[in-house]
């Protein structure tokens, strides 16, 4: 939307997730469901991603289109400083991918 809270600061941004819990904090959440494996992700699903394959996942996409190929998500731009919808990137990299409970289930 190319709001920017007034509180926002980006200077802290890091990729440096090595503290990062992030799997653990979304799974407890109760809000998604972990689908079995990374590619069952459809549009609308939460998608986890790594920065690089060493480094714990980190980052979250949302599926907006999925051609039975290739993944189209939102994501967050550390480079543009924008949320963008692009190509699912580094498919190496997914880790696992999230369902919202009660949602596409009927």
């Given at each position: 939307l190319g709001l920017i809270p007034e509180d926002a600061d980006w200077r802290d941004y890091t990729?440096?997730?090595?503290?990062?819990?992030?799997?653990?904090?979304?799974?407890?959440s109760g809000f998604l469901e972990r689908l079995p494996h990374w590619t069952d992700a459809r549009e609308g699903d939460v998608l986890l991603q790594k920065f690089h394959k060493r480094l714990p996942a980190?980052?979250?996409?949302?599926?907006?289109?999925?051609?039975?190929?290739?993944?189209?998500?939102?994501?967050?731009s550390r480079a543009s400083r924008r949320v963008e919808e692009v190509r699912v990137a580094h498919p190496e990299r997914c880790f696992a991918a999230y369902r919202m409970k009660g949602v596409g289930d009927g």
């Open positions: 990729q440096n997730v090595e503290d990062y819990k992030l799997v653990k904090e979304i799974e407890a980190s980052h979250v996409t949302i599926i907006t289109k999925f051609d039975g190929q290739y993944w189209t998500a939102l994501h967050a």
